[in-house]
T-cell receptor
Framework: GENVEQHPSTLSVQEGDSAVIKCTYS??????FPWYKQELGKRPQLIID?????GEKKDQRIAVTLNKTAKHFSLHITETQPEDSAVYFC?????????????FGKGTKLSVKP | DAGITQSPRHKVTETGTPVTLRCHQT?????MYWYRQDPGHGLRLIHY???????DKGEVSDGYSVSRSKTEDFLLTLESATSSQTSVYFC????????????FGPGTRLTVL
């Protein structure tokens, strides 16, 4: 079955710097890769996702890149702000498959210092 | 928001007692999921449903059962709660009509003493 590894587990940056979180997946059939942000005591919320037919997607200060050959994808946050502090989860899934459930990484706790 | 609620939001119970958590959605989504979240483990799938009376196991299903008799309700039952089931439980709905983007409920914090 699918396995998703996420690194680093914790990340501390200064406000205004960039942050990068990386994930690798094992199942070459995976074709959908979402990223969720979870603030303390809140539910995980989808912030961006990418499908395997594109290599990069941007939404304002966040972007996700996908390398299908190497089976890894990354979240990039530019010009970080204190409100970006949260736990971020990557996930992988096979859309259209009979077992297309999301498999999550273990999370990265991002701290943005003012 | 996609209209998903969980009840209760907090519960403290004793080892050996049965516990049922409820997930309710208002938008007729076919797919529903139950996850547990523990420090260092991220989100792990317990059970999921792809329609009324259609359910299947996830990666951590031992000690849990589910039922879905109506589209809007997905129940998670711990038949005999254990301390290892102390966790935060999230329900989610699949927004795309199938596997893919999921929207999470607010969560239930369960403590088993």
């Amino acid at each position: 079955g699918e396995n998703v590894e996420q690194h680093p587990s914790t990340l501390s940056v200064q406000e205004g710097d960039s942050a990068v979180i990386k994930c690798t997946y094992s199942d070459s059939a995976s074709n959908y890769f979402p990223w969720y942000k979870q603030e303390l005591g809140k539910r995980p919320q989808l912030i961006i996702d990418i499908r395997s037919n594109v290599g990069e997607k941007k939404d304002q200060r966040i972007a996700v890149t996908l390398n299908k050959t190497a089976k890894h994808f990354s979240l990039h946050i530019t010009e970080t702000q204190p409100e970006d502090s949260a736990v971020y989860f990557c996930a992988a899934s096979t859309l259209g498959g009979s077992q297309g459930n999301l498999i999550f990484g273990k999370g990265t706790k991002l701290s943005v210092k003012p | 928001d996609a209209g998903i609620t969980q009840s209760p939001r907090h519960k403290v119970t004793e080892t050996g007692t049965p516990v049922t958590l409820r997930c309710h959605q208002t938008e007729n989504h076919r797919y529903m999921y139950w996850y547990r979240q523990d420090p260092g483990h991220g989100l792990r799938l317990i059970h999921y449903s792809y329609g009324v009376k259609d359910t299947d196991k996830g990666e951590v299903s031992d000690g849990y059962s589910v039922s879905r008799s109506k589209t809007e309700d997905f129940l998670l039952t711990l038949e005999s709660a254990t301390s290892s089931q102390t966790s935060v439980y999230f329900c989610a709905i699949g927004l795309a009509g199938g596997p893919g983007e999921q929207f999470f409920g607010p969560g239930t914090r369960l403590t088993v003493l």
